[in-house]
């Protein structure tokens, strides 16, 4: 063989060599494939690297290093896959919010040796989901054993609860195709640590029902807080599923508590002059005492001065879209503009009473739980009779300060908006609340 035989051999190996290469599979996987329940069904590399299945054996693993978050301070996070037979290796990780796995968290810096790509489009994603993979500089080819890959990641700007990496690894065996290689997958469950740096003595000024507004509340009643300095301004956070403790609502929610009667009420929402919360499972009625406090648990703690709240019995009250329009559904479930006599509705509130069977609040409620008391419904002056009321107690599904009544409305009712009141305890909701009613 002539030096230019050779070389034109050379050349033709490295051309095939190179041409799965240049289609890019061993320099960086496509998006969607590491493992993420909601991303094409927690595909990952298998798909096409199919010799075995997912996670093949316990010699191999991939695993992920990363600390709980400080919202927007970059940390390193390390990916390492490891098989005693691989000999070339390669990753996808993603992060996501613990409440909804589509909703991307922070995101990776490229370098030399991690590739970043979108689920739509080229980088920068600008807060849409993104992977952060090898490349093919480290891919690391004739590597045994294993390898490590560090990347930068950028957490939220804004404490978003706990964050979940997944990754999918491949210990392949340098074959230069998708054939004899072993993918493993895993992930990681990180807590917003260290988030708590809230600077701000915060102001107490009222609590409310946080349907009607009114100052008097009653046990496992949905409340606001209104005051200063609660949250960083401009910065909200709603609870979600990713927050849950134990499967119920937090007792803390970015950074902020609230204390009722010496208990920390669940809390469902934060920003700098609100916050959302239910109040304690509690018999105590008169005045309570009530206490924000920020940082919680931590060396940086702040508490607000001590205010007090009127607890009572019953604090019932409607949910209302404009402060006089019912929050109501229809029988199946969906918003409506007018009913008509006859029709069977919902109507949602809070602060009826303690339910049997009892739940805790900030549990969900799972079951049917009717009113415990006593109370009458009263619909355009004319009250129901039993029958009228197919149903009366917590709204199954929710937070169990929400009260569900499903009614029948009266034939003889007119058209226009027509009053709403329900009476438990001597107590009625606001006189305002109606419900538009045309033939
Ligand atoms: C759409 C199909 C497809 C998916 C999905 C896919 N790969 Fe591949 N991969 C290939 C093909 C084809 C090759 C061989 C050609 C090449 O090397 O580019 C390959 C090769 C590789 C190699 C080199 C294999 C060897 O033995 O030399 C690595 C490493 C690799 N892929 C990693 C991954 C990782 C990690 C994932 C999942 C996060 C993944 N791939 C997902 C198609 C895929």
New binding site residues.
Partial sequence: MTPKTLTRSLLTLWAFAAL??A????????AF??GVPGDQAG???????RTFALNPDTLGKVTVTAVGYTPGVKQIVKVK?EHPQG??????LTARSATNDQVMAGSFTASDSIRVVCGTGTPPCNGGLE?A??NAAS?R?GTPNGVEWEMEWTPPANEIGDVIFYV???A??????????R?YNTQLRVKAGGACTLTKKPTLRSLTNAASFASVLSANTIGSVFGLDFEVAGRSRVAGSGDFVNGSFPKQLSCVAVEIGGQRAPVTYVQTDQINFQTPTISQTGPVPVTIILNPGSPNELKSDLGTVMMASYSPAFFTFNGTSIAALTADGKLFTSAKPGDVISLFGTGFGFSNPVYQSGEIVDGLAKLRDPFTVTIGGTMLVAADILYAGLAPSAISGLYQFNVKLPATLADGNVPVVITIGGVSTQATATVPVKR
């Fill in positions: 799965p290469s289609f890019g599979f061993s320099s960086g996987p496509p494939r590491a595909a990952t590399c298998t798909a096409c690297h896959v000999l070339r290796w390669g990753f996808e992977f993979t090898h891919n080819a999918a690894g491949n392949a065996d340098n074959s230069s195709t998708n054939a004899g290689d993918i």
